[in-house]
């Protein structure tokens, strides 16, 4: 807010006036609590630490935000390596071991090393994955590459997403940081307007070819809590009835950037790229497995082609409540040191949880391989 406006105005109209800039940066589709910028990031914390919190562990991952400009994405042909890839996945889990996370959807692998994998191991992972929805692997090196080596692994699933808004380690922009410092408490600010952090979305795609396999490891985490929640889009699909899957075939809906980035601008952020909108189909085909999934998420969606305003709202807000609400096709990712989750967030949606107080770091680095164009295939009455 311009100090001149603080100094001319009534102390009432000043807070009503404090209260709108703080929902433009923090309105109903972007919580604040996860917003990210220089401001920030305490980096003198970071790089000595504190007597509570020791310095990062990575510090070649601290996020940096250079307003250097990218072109818009042209379209390119996908390869999908999950489609014929072995279901036997004897390249992948050779002496690995699967542990179930729920009934329908995550898994836990131990033994197996992501970074070591033949092709033929990465396109059983694709598989892998698909299936699963989510899969955690411990005790992997990934965070110990050369960042060059682990996006590496990423692009063998496609070109690197970079993200218009988020910091990034300095020289690699196709880095995507999620960070918050040590001793940052504005947690406390935000459950002042806040009750709750959960924010349901899958991941960019408001691009016309969002990402696919995707790949999230931990740097530095609280002891507890930091979780992240996922849900199965695929089983989502698949509790509706008949007669209701079938009328959401063929509806389209907007997917947009642009509220993105006016929230970035809003909190002194910036923006690489210039915002954009793509029209995707509400119920998505996976490429590789055939399942049937709905591809809508409240941090992105904003409405159904061809239906007026509030025809529009009542559908998609019943849909979201459906997915919120389905923790039985939910499951809760729990990190630990030397973690990669892996996800296909073409069939899920994920919420990050803020329920951690004592001021810990938490920094994670994703690697975000785009896919294929969202399309969807003939309804059946048994799909």
């Known amino acids: 807010m311009a100090p001149g406006l603080v100094e001319t105005l009534p102390s009432h109209h000043v807070e009503a006036a404090a209260a ?98 033949s092709d033929a191991g990465k396109d059983e992972l694709a598989l892998f994955v698909a299936k699963h929805k989510v899969v955690a692997f411990r005790a992997q090196d990934f965070a110990d590459l050369p960042i060059d080596e682990a996006l590496k692994v990423a692009e063998y699933f496609g070109p690197s997403h970079i993200h218009p808004a988020s910091g990034a380690p300095k020289g690699y922009p196709k880095v995507h940081l999620v960070h918050r410092s040590a001793d940052d408490t504005t947690v406390q600010d935000f459950f002042q307007e806040r009750t709750n952090s959960i924010t349901w979305h899958s991941d960019v795609t408001y691009e016309m070819q969002p990402p696919g396999t995707t790949f999230l490891y931990l740097l530095d985490g609280p002891l507890a809590g930091g979780d992240t929640l996922f849900a199965n889009m695929a089983v989502a699909y ?42 995707h189909p509400i119920v998505r085909t996976h490429p590789a497995t055939g399942e049937k999934a709905l591809f809508v998420n409240p941090q992105f969606t904003r409405r159904i082609v061809g239906l007026k305003k509030e025809e529009s709202d009542m559908l998609l807000d019943f849909l979201y409540k459906h997915i919120a609400l389905g923790a039985d096709f939910h499951a809760r990712v729990k990190w630990e040191k030397g973690t990669v989750v892996v996800w296909d967030n073409r069939v899920t949606a994920h919420s990050a949880i803020l329920d951690w ?16 164009r969202p399309y969807e295939t003939e309804f059946e009455g048994d799909d």
Request: cysteine-free.
């Open 20 to 117: 709108y800039f703080n929902d433009k940066k923090q309105d109903s589709q972007s919580k604040e609590a996860f917003a990210q910028g220089a401001k920030t990031t305490n980096y003198d914390v970071e790089f000595k630490g504190t007597e509570k919190h020791p310095p990062a562990s990575y510090p070649n991952y601290l996020p940096y935000w250079t307003d250097e400009k990218h072109p818009a994405y042209e379209p390119f042909e996908a390869t999908e390596h999950g489609k014929d890839a072995d279901a036997s996945f004897h390249n992948l889990l050779k002496g690995g071991e699967v542990k179930e996370i729920t009934g329908n959807i995550g898994a836990e692998v131990t033994g197996v090393q992501l970074s070591k994998l």
């Open 357 to 372: 107080q004592d001021g810990s770091r938490r920094h994670l680095a994703r690697l975000t391989p785009r896919a294929e």
């Open 238 to 279: 698949q509790r509706l009835s008949p007669a209701f899957r079938q009328r959401l075939h063929g509806l389209k809906a907007v997917h947009s950037g642009h509220e993105q980035a006016a929230a970035a601008l809003a909190r002194g952020s910036i923006v690489r790229r210039e915002p954009v909108a793509n029209v």
